[in-house]
């Protein structure tokens, strides 16, 4: 699933296409795509045509763009969601995975295609209500409004409004294991897997280690790290391992040859050479170095 480098590469394609265009009407191609919407496709087509489209907004792995109907149309990528304007005419017959198609007047595209091959994606409205710490809703606006839609999801790591002296103190609140903290998205939102391993063998922390075992410096060195290896993710476009992942304009990410720990399970650290493990946590992976990353002495 995209996690927060790839969200937000999508969501900067996604700002020079849409902001400011007007939707002519909307084409969705199947019924998975609009189930969140109440109405379904027919209403979501309904209230949509028409409507003229502000920024485009990311908080944590979800995006948003406000419409001048007063609600946020959601773009949830889900696990293999693509944006790609692809110069569809109506009518014309959808490509292979073509879920939704928008038709668009007063920008550089005349059409957004949604690509969704496992159909976990979605597209919907949302009413809105302003944030309750006054600050900007998310990345990419300095609108207060907050979708419905995404008022469960805590802010990122990079956002500049998110106060990590109160996000350390959640997560050592926590006696679950810190890697299961770091995937909950209410608590800190951004990372899945991928970002979540990699802050973790750079931070040299364990992920099966109770949160509240860590102290305030451990935590915020699992941060940082988070801050630093999604930066240079996103300055690469994100993490590609196939094509269920690429930007607007159908490119992959380059960051994965730079990933230390996730997908390398078995293989040699690129520390120290000891072999990485990997263990499931709450159903999830996590591959680890057992030399680097030492668990506490309350583990088995």
């Not at 292979?96 to 409205?125: K, M, N, V, W």
Request: with cysteine; glycine share 10%.
């Amino acid at each position: 699933m995209p996690e927060l480098p790839e969200a937000e590469t999508v969501r900067r394609g996604l700002a020079e296409i849409l902001a400011g265009t007007k939707i002519e009407g909307l084409e969705v191609f199947h019924p998975r795509t609009a189930r969140y919407q109440n109405g379904g496709s027919a209403q979501l087509t309904q209230q949509l045509s028409g409507a003229h489209l502000d920024a485009v907004v990311r908080r944590g792995k979800f995006m948003w763009t406000l419409t001048s109907n007063g609600q946020a149309l959601m773009m949830h990528l889900g696990m293999s969601g693509q944006f790609r304007p692809l110069a569809k005419q109506a009518g014309e017959a959808p490509v292979r995975h073509e879920r939704a198609r928008l038709y668009l007047s007063g920008g550089p595209a005349q059409s957004l295609s949604f690509i969704d091959q496992r159909t976990f994606g979605a597209l919907y409205l949302s009413p809105t209500a302003n944030t309750e710490d006054g600050a900007p809703a998310g990345c990419g606006s300095d609108s207060l409004l907050l979708p419905a839609g995404a008022s469960h999801i805590a802010r990122d790591l990079l956002d500049p409004h998110l106060d990590l002296v109160k996000v350390n103190q959640r997560i050592r609140k926590s006696k679950s294991p810190i890697k299961n903290v770091l995937l909950n998205q209410s608590i800190i939102s951004g990372f899945g897997n991928i970002y979540a391993d990699e802050a973790l063998f750079v931070a040299g922390v364990h992920g099966a280690r109770s949160a509240s075992t860590l102290t305030r410096q451990q935590v915020a060195q699992i941060l940082q790290a988070g801050i630093e290896i999604m930066e240079r993710s996103l300055s690469r476009g994100g993490t590609s391992f196939d094509q269920l992942y690429v930007d607007v304009n159908g490119s992959a990410g380059t960051f994965a040859d730079e990933l230390l720990v996730y997908g390398r399970a078995g293989q040699a650290c690129r520390e120290c050479g000891h072999e990485l493990s990997s263990i499931s946590l709450n159903k999830r992976s996590h591959v680890y170095c057992a030399n680097c990353q030492r668990p506490s002495r309350n583990l088995k």
